[in-house]
T-cell receptor
Framework: QQQVKQSPQSLIVQKGGIPIINCAYE??????FPWYQQFPGKGPALLIA?????SEKKEGRFTISFNKSAKQFSLHIMDSQPGDSATYFC???????????FGKGTTLSVSS | KAGVTQTPRYLIKTRGQQVTLSCSPI?????VSWYQQTPGQGLQFLFE???????NKGNFPGRFSGRQFSNSRSEMNVSTLELGDSALYLC????????????FGSGTRLTVV
C-alpha cells in the first residue's frame, strides 16, 4: 500500500518532443504528489507538485495530470530540450506523515 | 538564500567503523528528513526530525540513528558499517511538517570498503 510505481524506467525523445512519465499509487491517504528532477552528482530538485483537489497543474514547460479515481498521476514535459536530460522521480506523501515515498525513477534522454 | 548543506560530500570508510553525516537546513526550515539512495533500492526514507524530536522512522536497522539540534541542524550516524551501507545519503528540509516543499541537499556519498 505504500508503493509508488513509476514507468517507464527509461525514455529517449527528440528535442521538441513531449515525454510523459507515469506513476500509480495505492494508498488513498496520500495527498501531496511532487515530481523531482535529479542530475548526476546532485540531490533531487523539486520541479512541481500537486494536491488531489485539482486535476492538472502547469509550471512553465512542466505539467502534472492527476486522476484521483484511477490513483494515477503523470508528468508531461513540453518542448523538451537536451538540458532536460536527467532522472525524474515521482513521490507521494500525506500531511499527517512526512515521509516521501518515491517511485524508482525514469532516466530521460533528450537528443538534439 | 543558502540551500541545504551536507558535509562531507564524500566519505570512504572500512567495514565495522562508524560514520557521522551532517546536514544544515535552509534558514527557517524546522523539519529535516534523511533518505538513502542506491541504484537497486532507489530513494528510501530513513527518518524525520522536527523540533529536535524524531517524528517518523523508516524501515532501517537500529545501526542508523540521528538527531536534531536546537538550531535545526541534523546529524545521522551509522554504526558498524556494512558494505551494503554504501550509498548517497540525502538530507531534505521543509519549513514545517506536512506542508511539502522538501528541498534536498547534494548528499554525502558514502563508500564502505
Amino acid at each position: 500500500q505504500q508503493q509508488v510505481k513509476q514507468s517507464p524506467q527509461s525514455l529517449i525523445v527528440q528535442k521538441g518532443g513531449i515525454p510523459i512519465i507515469n506513476c500509480a499509487y495505492e494508498n488513498t491517504a496520500f495527498d501531496y504528489f511532487p515530481w523531482y528532477q535529479q542530475f548526476p552528482g546532485k540531490g533531487p530538485a523539486l520541479l512541481i507538485a500537486i494536491r488531489p483537489d485539482v486535476s492538472e497543474k502547469k509550471e512553465g514547460r512542466f505539467t502534472i495530470s492527476f486522476n484521483k479515481s484511477a490513483k494515477q498521476f503523470s508528468l508531461h514535459i513540453m518542448d523538451s530540450q537536451p538540458g532536460d536530460s536527467a532522472t525524474y522521480f515521482c513521490a507521494a506523501t500525506n500531511q499527517a506523515g512526512t515521509a516521501l515515498i518515491f517511485g524508482k525513477g525514469t532516466t530521460l534522454s533528450v537528443s538534439s | 538564500k543558502a540551500g541545504v548543506t551536507q558535509t562531507p560530500r564524500y566519505l570512504i570508510k572500512t567495514r565495522g567503523q562508524q560514520v557521522t553525516l551532517s546536514c544544515s537546513p535552509i534558514s527557517g526550515h524546522r523539519s529535516v528528513s534523511w533518505y538513502q539512495q542506491t541504484p537497486g533500492q532507489g530513494l528510501q526514507f530513513l527518518f524525520e526530525y522536527f523540533s529536535e524530536t524524531q517524528r517518523n522512522k523508516g524501515n532501517f536497522p537500529g545501526r542508523f540513528s540521528g538527531r536534531q539540534f536546537s538550531n535545526s541542524r541534523s546529524e545521522m550516524n551509522v554504526s558498524t558499517l556494512e558494505l551494503g551501507d554504501s550509498a548517497l545519503y540525502l538530507c531534505a528540509s521543509s519549513p514545517n511538517v506536512g506542508v511539502g516543499g522538501y528541498t534536498f541537499g547534494s548528499g554525502t556519498r558514502l563508500t564502505v570498503v
